[in-house]
């Protein structure tokens, strides 16, 4: 699976911060992210969270993002408005539901769909959180540590 981008972010902009304006938290692009197995990416935003937490790594695909560009007349926007970890090229992140699979070595358990919401229409244009439904992303378990390359340009 080419990765094109790799985004980590220190804090929350909009989990956990329903009735309030959202946080500031830049999505800082990487060339290269350290993954713990059981946790999230080092640095991130859920790092060290809860054990059952289903959303420790994100996934989102370039294609959509794309396409929801085009589709809302968004040009420019930059994918880190999406809040994911990991934009991928070439796969479809839904078929990884319940499955593992292994990028760069790391070992991952796709947990479920990360679905959109709300506040998409707010980061990204109106419209967005119903367009990106049933193609948000994936969220995933990190099943062993190691690092993950942005490999495309």
């Not at 968004?74 to 699979?101: M, S, T, Y």
């Amino acid at each position: 699976m080419p990765i094109r981008h790799l985004y980590i972010s220190p804090g929350h902009n909009y989990f956990g911060r329903h009735g309030q304006p959202p946080g500031a938290h830049p999505g800082l692009e990487a060339r290269e992210v350290k993954c713990a197995a059981g946790q999230e990416i080092q640095g991130g935003r859920f790092f060290g969270c809860k054990p059952d937490c289903k959303g420790r790594i994100t996934f989102f695909a370039w294609e959509t993002c794309e396409a929801v560009s085009r589709e809302l007349a968004a040009v420019g926007k930059p994918p880190p408005v999406f809040r994911r970890n990991v934009v991928a090229i070439g796969v479809d992140l839904n078929d990884l539901i319940g499955r593992e699979f292994q990028i760069q070595g790391v070992r991952f358990s796709g947990a479920e769909e990360c679905r959109p919401c709300h506040w998409m229409d707010e980061a990204f244009a109106p419209g967005v959180n119903e367009f990106l439904k049933g193609r948000g992303g994936l969220r995933a378990v990190i099943l062993s540590g190691g690092f993950l390359r942005a490999n495309t340009p």
